[in-house]
């Protein structure tokens, strides 16, 4: 039996494919081939379908595929305006989320800032990452790109004597214009998961 989310992902593309933009490559972007819109999400590559979502080898997550589905609905030629980056709360109407957002996507990374330094390049080498911006604090920051046209610049601070360790997400300026709050939450929380995923990867390849 189709799942929820799948009912939901699938219900999204018979909106979009209803009324498909003639430039919906150019606003993804993607490369188009026939019906299908091929880019790059969440550090795997990702086709959209009439008939579903495909991540890497042929995967699917369901949350995902409702998050890109949403993306290429709320497409528009717009181009990204990195910075300056945005707290999650400085969205309007984000208030709802915030609780969700802070436990999810920043509160996960805490207990592993360590690896994740350790492993930063590869973290920004898996998500289409860059070093961050000149300006931004932290013991160490780097930014990645989930989506097209949405980045993340992550800020850590390392535990010391008087501060526990921290983690803060922060969106590019213009990331609540391609997506809706509840779905712009979610790329947090499933941008921060693979940070672990690539991070724990790296950490037993170096250990091999």
Same mark, same amino acid.
């Given at each position: 039996?189709?799942?929820?989310?799948?009912? %939901?992902?699938?219900?999204?593309?018979?909106?979009?494919?209803?009324?498909?933009?003639?430039?919906?490559?150019?606003?993804?972007?993607?490369?188009?081939?026939?019906?299908?819109?091929?880019?790059?999400?969440?550090?795997?590559?990702?086709?959209?379908?009439?008939?579903? @979502?495909?991540l890497g080898g042929g995967g699917f997550?369901?949350?995902?595929?409702?998050?890109?589905?949403?993306?290429?609905?709320?497409?528009?030629?717009?181009?990204?305006?990195?910075?300056?980056?945005?707290?999650?709360?400085?969205?309007?109407?984000?208030?709802?989320? @915030?609780?969700? !957002?802070?436990?999810?996507?920043?509160?996960?990374?805490?207990?592993?800032?360590?690896? @994740?330094?350790?492993?930063?390049?590869? %973290?920004?080498?898996?998500?289409?990452?860059?070093?961050?911006?000149?300006? %931004?604090?932290?013991? !160490?920051? !780097?930014?990645?790109?989930?989506?097209?046209?949405?980045?993340?610049?992550? %800020?850590?601070?390392?535990?010391?004597?008087?501060?526990?360790?921290?983690?803060?997400?922060?969106?590019?300026?213009?990331?609540?214009?391609?997506?809706?709050?509840?779905?712009?939450?979610?790329v947090g929380e499933y941008t921060s998961r693979k940070i672990l995923e690539?991070?724990?990867?790296?950490?037993?390849?170096?250990?091999?």
């Amino acid at each position: 039996m189709t799942d929820n989310y799948t009912r %939901i992902m699938m219900e999204n593309l018979e909106r979009l494919y209803a009324e498909i933009p003639d430039d919906l490559a150019d606003r993804l972007p993607a490369v188009r081939d026939g019906d299908r819109f091929t880019f790059n999400a969440f550090g795997e590559t990702c086709t959209i379908a009439p008939d579903g @979502i495909t991540l890497g080898g042929g995967g699917f997550n369901p949350v995902i595929g409702i998050i890109v589905s949403l993306y290429a609905l709320h497409a528009k030629p717009a181009p990204m305006v990195a910075e300056p980056y945005r707290a999650f709360k400085e969205f309007p109407g984000s208030m709802p989320y @915030i609780g969700a !957002f802070s436990t999810h996507t920043e509160n996960i990374l805490v207990e592993h800032v360590e690896t @994740i330094e350790q492993s930063a390049s590869r %973290i920004r080498e898996g998500l289409d990452g860059t070093d961050a911006p000149p300006g %931004i604090s932290g013991d !160490f920051a !780097f930014t990645v790109r989930p989506l097209p046209k949405i980045s993340l610049c992550y %800020i850590f601070y390392e535990a010391d004597e008087d501060f526990p360790a921290s983690a803060t997400c922060l969106y590019s300026g213009n990331a609540n214009e391609f997506l809706p709050l509840d779905a712009l939450a979610d790329v947090g929380e499933y941008t921060s998961r693979k940070i672990l995923e690539l991070a724990a990867a790296d950490r037993d390849d170096r250990r091999q």
